[in-house]
T-cell receptor
Framework: QKEVEQNSGPLSVPEGAIASLNCTYSDRGSQSFFWYRQYSGKSPELIMFIYSNGDKEDGRFTAQLNKASQYVSLLIRDSQPSDSATYLCAVRIYGNNRLAFGKGNQVVVIP | DVKVTQSSRYLVKRTGEKVFLECVQDMDHENMFWYRQDPGLGLRLIYFSYDVKMKEKGDIPEGYSVSREKKERFSLILESASTNQTSMYLC????????????FGEGSWLTVV
């Protein structure tokens, strides 16, 4: 099983709607979870991290973590065209100083 | 302003050539990483290094080697480039125990013909 899975295909949302992205991970000992945004042709940039179960909000972004079910999600409220990008889920491997990344989900916000 | 610099943004190399991808960071970070990114496959870790002259294999080390002679520089080497190594290569660095504070370079687009 891959360490980090993001299975849904490209997501198209109308401007102003909520975009919802999901990610599952295999290592139950993982403690740190991250969401990166990557614009086409650019390097990833960190937008959210979460360590504890529950929700964490930062502006229009909310990360949700459920360690029992081993999933982490990202909600983008009031989606804007500038949110059109690929979103990468990453998990810090337990006992290790490296991140494992999912394959990413493309989000397209339609004006 | 923190910076991870990849010296070559776009390269075209021939099959069998030896290829060097250079990465320099100016943040005195202990950890450095090389990833490759392919459509539909996400970021896959090739090699990483925790300190000078130290290296660890990542998920896909075959066909690659690395060198870290100085703390600020981490080089990725393709001993004999092949067409399946056509990809975008990302270098990154982070402080020793704060992998959440990872900084990426701008990427190097390598085409092997």
């Amino acid at each position: 099983q891959k360490e980090v899975e993001q299975n849904s295909g490209p997501l198209s949302v109308p401007e102003g709607a909520i975009a919802s992205l999901n990610c599952t991970y295999s290592d139950r000992g993982s403690q740190s979870f991250f969401w990166y945004r990557q614009y086409s042709g650019k390097s990833p940039e960190l937008i959210m991290f979460i360590y504890s179960n529950g929700d964490k909000e930062d502006g229009r972004f909310t990360a949700q973590l459920n360690k029992a079910s081993q999933y982490v999600s990202l909600l983008i409220r009031d989606s804007q065209p500038s949110d059109s990008a690929t979103y990468l889920c990453a998990v810090r491997i337990y006992g290790n100083n490296r991140l494992a990344f999912g394959k990413g989900n493309q989000v397209v916000v339609i004006p | 302003d923190v910076k991870v610099t990849q010296s070559s943004r776009y390269l075209v190399k021939r099959t069998g050539e030896k290829v060097f991808l250079e990465c320099v960071q100016d943040m005195d970070h202990e950890n450095m990483f090389w990833y490759r990114q392919d459509p539909g496959l996400g970021l896959r870790l090739i090699y990483f290094s925790y300190d000078v002259k130290m290296k660890e294999k990542g998920d896909i080390p075959e066909g690659y080697s690395v060198s870290r002679e100085k703390k600020e520089r981490f080089s990725l080497i393709l001993e004999s480039a092949s067409t399946n190594q056509t990809s975008m290569y990302l270098c990154a660095s982070s402080p020793r125990d704060r992998v959440n504070t990872i900084y990426f370079g701008e990427g190097s687009w390598l085409t092997v013909v």
